[in-house]
């Protein structure tokens, strides 16, 4: 049983995450779907949310702290009662991800060494070279570790720039929580030491876990979720599509 989260400004993230909600309900019987909004939008109405929460505070602040807060709030709260996958509301789920693991871990993410593909099919690293984690997809397990990995993180990002604060800064914090590079071998398990805990971090490939489409039509089969950000939105809709067939 899984618990998705999403956290959301504006009108077409509402409408994104509904879609994305409707996936992963389709992969995971028995999700529960929580998504916190800037407001009540209409169509979180939708029988694929289970709760929509509004903090209007969180709207006075930066994107990415407002992300990492309210990914906090839910972690404290007493929804956070079972594994969690907290997402992006471009995300797709298309088969069932075997989060199920011998070694215990706390916290999941996704790893990448290229941001892209040039027209020669060659990698471009891009910002995979300061950002080798994509914090569009992030499961957590119902354990202090996940509690602590997440609050590190959203006090971390609290010290950063004003630019990082508006994006990427929740990469950046994951990068600093989990150490590694565009060098690593994937997948892998390590444990990292906060002042307050120690966190058992599970890192996988995002190829597979976290895949960016770089087309339209592009074959998913095999994946476990498609992330069509960025300049390729576009591709969400057809990705749905292609999930709900696979």
Partial sequence: MLNIVYWIRGA??????????????RVYEGARVFVYADMLHEILESSAVDES?????????PHMIANLQAQVHYCLSSNFDRRSLLVDADTIAVSPAP???????????????????????????????????????????????AREAMLWMRDRLKFMSAQLQAWYGNQW??????????????????????????????????????????????DIAGKYFVHPKGERKAFFDPMLEKAAAA
Avoid at 12 to 25: G, L, P
Avoid at 53 to 61: A, Q, R, W
Avoid at 115 to 141: F, H, S, T, W
Avoid at 204 to 209: G, H, L
Wanted: include cysteine; charged fraction near 25%.
């Fill in 12 to 25: 077409d993230y509402a409408e994104m995450a509904v879609k994305s909600a409707e996936s992963m309900k």
């Fill in 53 to 61: 929460i509004v903090i209007p505070y969180f709207n006075s602040t």
């Fill in 99 to 145: 989060l199920d693991s011998e070694k215990p871990w706390d916290l999941l993410c996704t790893w990448r060494d290229h941001v892209a593909r040039d027209d020669e099919g060659q990698k471009i690293v891009g910002a995979a070279q300061q950002m080798p984690y994509n914090y569009g997809i992030l499961a957590l397990e119902n354990t202090q570790g």
């Fill in 173 to 218: 914090a994951l990068r600093e929580l989990v150490g590694g590079s565009i060098r690593d071998t994937v997948p892998y398990q390590t444990t990292r030491q906060t002042p307050w805990s120690q966190i058992e971090v599970r890192v996988e490939r995002c190829d597979k876990w976290n895949y960016t489409p770089e087309s339209a039509d592009e």
